[in-house]
């Protein structure tokens, strides 16, 4: 077995907002996909290819770049 490190910048994005915590959660969920994404990793273990794995995370993500 073979070991990769790939470094990876990340950003650190914080909103101060008066909108009620619900409603913050509400559009959390809605921005990652949550109702389709409840069972992915269970679907990811029945990908068998590179694009059968491809494909579940885009039927997720939605075209959009966070998951």
């Not at 790939?6 to 913050?24: G, M």
């Not at 559009?27 to 269970?42: C, F, H, M, P, W």
């Amino acid at each position: 077995m073979s070991k990769t490190v790939t470094p990876l910048t990340a950003q650190l994005v914080q909103f101060d907002t008066s909108v009620p915590f619900a409603e913050v959660i509400s559009r959390l969920d809605e921005a990652v996909n949550k109702t389709q994404s409840g069972d992915i990793i269970a679907r990811f273990r029945g990908g068998k290819t590179q694009q059968e794995l491809a494909s579940v995370v885009e039927h997720v993500t939605q075209e959009k770049d966070f998951l």
